[in-house]
Structures are given as C-alpha cells and as structure tokens.
C-alpha cells in the first residue's frame, strides 16, 4: 500500500503552463523599496514622492490593465 503513495513517479504532480506568460518578479532592490514606501505612508511618515512615483510606474509596467 506505501507503494501507491510513492512521488517519484515522473508527472505525478506535474504542473500545467501557466496561461499566459508570467510577469517578471520584483527585484530584492524593488521588494525593499515598496515595504519602505508601505511602512511610511501606514505610519504617516513623510514618503520619498519620487521612490514612489517610479516604483508606481515599474508596477504598472508589470500588471496587466482592468480591461
């Protein structure tokens, strides 16, 4: 019975192709710097205008639109 619970079988839990192409993840660098502009604006900190401003437009390029 163990032998039917084996996972070295190829395709067992073989995952599908994604539908569409995968957006490309942030960087470490980007990650950092969204947690830096979400930690100041949730603790009503001045934010750096421009960090967001440009981390805005990178996030932006990366999701698709609502339509």
Do not use: C, W
Not at 20 to 43: G, K, S
């Amino acid at each position: 019975m163990a032998d039917d619970l084996a996972l070295d079988q190829p395709g067992d839990f073989a995952v599908p192709d994604p539908p569409a192409a995968l957006l490309p993840l942030l960087t470490v660098e980007e990650a950092q710097d969204v947690l830096e502009i979400l930690a100041a604006v949730a603790n009503d900190a001045p934010a750096d205008a421009d960090l967001a401003r440009t981390l805005l437009m990178n996030l932006a390029a990366r999701v698709p639109s609502r339509d």
